[in-house]
């Protein structure tokens, strides 16, 4: 029987916040202080799994998407993620925008126009194109939409369809280790076994959203380089860091409805604003042709691209972006799966998939067509050398394609406008993921203990960026979301485990292929534990109704059965 969720207002869990802040602690001493060891270290380490786990990645993130779109279109669809009759508590609106702002935002902003530069610059090894040509244009496309859509989306639907079945449906707490009590047990799930799940999920979550805050100050301090003169350097991108910490700090103390509701809707309004000004400024048939065209390719495509493992082409290129980006996600969907589980309330399984993975992912691959789609066509004209911007880095593209407009500085101030705007809402959300799961799973956890997990992900952001720039980002998301690959993978089966025995889901169908699956499976039953002389005994009695059935003629009777 379903049971609804009670909202409560627990005392944080003190040995989980303890062990986790000092271990954080630990990190940002040992980048801080010792730089150039922390680099070695985390660069072998970063080789190491690319050698040796780059197939677990791929494979399990093929995993996520196939038990999306299987649970989505199944009876268990129909359950709802709540009492039986819930309701959602935020307007599809207002949960799209919150969804979607703590995805990915940050990462639209910077690699929007950078990423399909790069491919079209690089194209990606055994794709067959020449080096800025159309057809490399289209590739670079494709593998945007890959490593943005579908795949990441499927990642962050399986962790908070879990969240929110065990939270809402069952009851259990919003926290990664009420999802384990099938596997584990109520008891275990709810000692040491599981608040070690839960810290893992929550040093996932510093590490992969400091990646985001430190991409964020880098493309905010090139912009404020390009648009009013400031020179660039680590300690502008540090002086970013704290300015917008503190304006999440004001964000976290006005609560989820107020602050992260309102900042989530803004962003989406400011994304869409500056997207409808490329699009009608820019090459608008162009961009219209483009999006069909490199959905279809992408389409096609998916099933090589999804399964391409490095071992017949470049492993180095693989690990430097799939590898990477599979990473990234899997970093984020403890900290992203908690938060749109929080915010999907009273919705039918079938709406938060359906949800999760075609709303954001369209409006992805509108925005890679509008904005990496705009740089391409410009540079393939001839009207700038928008391929000669990749030497200065993803974070200066955005800016660059800005320029070839018109309102050149306006755009540029309202795209540093929104990055901020998505760091604030991204380190808003993740901080109250990170109260809530070392919070025994509370909804509202303490407002002091949010702004502390904050401060402490800026913190990691900031010493990542002294220590090593973008390179030190993206290692310590690859080599923190490795434990996460087992643990994604056993949330699978523990959600599977709990759908298939919820009432709310219906009686299961008996149709034919129902009766083939029960039909091979006495076969087998009978062929594993038949023995020799009864064996031989059956093919006796086989070939004498054959025998018998020969000789009789076609217009004789069957043998006997």
Known sequence: MSTEHTERAEAPDAPLVAIGMAAVLAVVAWAALAGKSFDRVSTSALGWVLSNFAWLFVIAADVFLALCVVIAFSRYGRIRLGADDSTPEFGNLAWIAMMFSAGMGIGLMFYGVGEPLQHFVSPPPGSGVATDSPAAARTALEYSFFHWTLHPWAIYGTAGLALAYAGFRKGRGNRLSSVFVPLLGK???????????????????????????????????????????????????????????????????????????????????????????????????????????????????????????GAFTDSQWLGAWTIFYWAWWLSWAPFVGTFIARISHGRTVRQFLVGVLLVPSGATVVWFCVMGGSALRLDLTGTADMAGTVKEGAEASLFALLDTLPLATLTSWIAMALVMTYFITSADSASLVMGSLSSRGALHPRTWLVVVWGVLMAAVAAVLLVAGGLKSLQSATILVALPFVVVMLAVCWALLSELRTDPGAGPAPHHALHGLRDALRTMVGEAVTEHGPVRHHRLRRLAESTRDRDEEGPGGTAGPS
């Open 187 to 309: 008891e275990r799930a709810d000692g040491w076994p599981g608040r070690v799940v839960d810290l893992l999920a929550v040093f996932a979550t510093v590490f992969g959203t400091a990646t985001s805050l430190g991409l964020g100050a880098l493309q905010v301090s090139k912009g404020l380089n390009i648009t009013a003169g400031v020179k660039d350097t680590t300690a502008l991108e540090l002086v970013i860091i704290a300015v917008l910490s503190a304006a999440f700090v004001l964000s976290a103390f006005s609560g989820l409805h107020k602050g992260v509701k309102w900042l989530s809707t803004l962003n989406i309004v400011l994304a869409a604003v500056l997207m409808l000004f490329v699009f009608l400024l820019g090459p608008t048939v162009f961009i219209l042709n483009t999006i069909p065209a490199a959905t279809g390719g992408y389409l096609h495509d998916l099933l090589t691209l999804a399964t391409r493992t």
